[in-house]
C-alpha cells in the first residue's frame, strides 16, 4: 500500500462517524459539532452573532456575497455547503428561544430530536408514541398558541436538519 492511500484510509477513519444519520445522510448538526464548534461554537449563536440576512441572502461580515464560496474551501464538501448554508441562514432568522426558554430541560434542540422525535408520516412526533409535537406542545408549560406555532416550526427545521434525505 501506497503512502497515498495509507493517508486516505487514516482520514476516513479519522472522521467522526456520528455525522451521517443510517445510510441516507447527514446530521447538520453533527457535522457543525465535528468540523466547526471548536472554533465558532454553536451553530444557531455564531448565526445570530456573526451573519447577517439581506433579502435571502446570508452574509458574514467579511463574505458579503461570496460566503458559499468561503464555505467549501473551510472544511465543507460540495454536497454539504448548500445544507449547512440554509441551515445557518434559518438559524440567524430565529431567536434563541430554545436556548433561552428549554435548554435547562432539554440540553438543545438538536439533542431533544435526536432523543425523542422523528417524522411519522411526513408529521413530527414522539419516537415511541407517535403524538404529534404540536398536540403534545399545545399542553405543555402553558405555551401560548404564538409559543407553540413557533416551537412547532423551529423543531421540524431542526429535524429535516438531522433526519436528511
Known amino acids: 500500500m ?8 487514516i482520514l ?5 462517524v456520528a455525522i ?20 465558532h461554537g454553536h451553530a444557531g449563536e455564531f448565526a445570530r452573532a456573526f451573519l447577517t440576512v439581506s433579502g435571502n441572502e446570508l452574509q458574514g461580515k467579511h463574505h458579503v456575497h ?13 454536497s454539504e455547503v448548500d445544507a ?11 431567536q434563541a428561544r430554545f436556548r433561552n426558554e428549554c435548554s435547562s430541560c432539554h440540553e438543545s434542540a438538536a439533542t431533544l ?11 413530527l412526533g414522539n419516537r415511541d408514541s407517535g403524538r404529534t ?3 403534545f406542545l399545545e ?18 427545521r431542526v429535524a429535516s436538519e438531522i433526519y436528511r434525505p
Open 66 to 78: 461570496d460566503l458559499r464560496r468561503f464555505m467549501h474551501n473551510h472544511y465543507l464538501a460540495d
Open 133 to 135: 409535537v404540536r398536540s
Open 2 to 9: 501506497r503512502f497515498g492511500q495509507k493517508a486516505v484510509i
Open 139 to 156: 399542553h405543555h408549560r402553558g405555551l401560548t398558541p404564538s409559543d407553540v406555532d413557533f416551537y412547532v416550526t423551529l423543531l421540524n
Open 20 to 39: 451521517t444519520v443510517g445510510a441516507t445522510g447527514i446530521d447538520l448538526h453533527r457535522l457543525w459539532d465535528s468540523r466547526c464548534v471548536e472554533c
Open 84 to 94: 449547512v448554508y440554509d441551515m445557518l441562514l434559518a438559524q440567524a432568522g430565529t
Open 113 to 123: 430530536v435526536r432523543k425523542s422525535l422523528i417524522f411519522h408520516d411526513g408529521v
Open 12 to 16: 476516513i477513519l479519522a472522521l467522526p
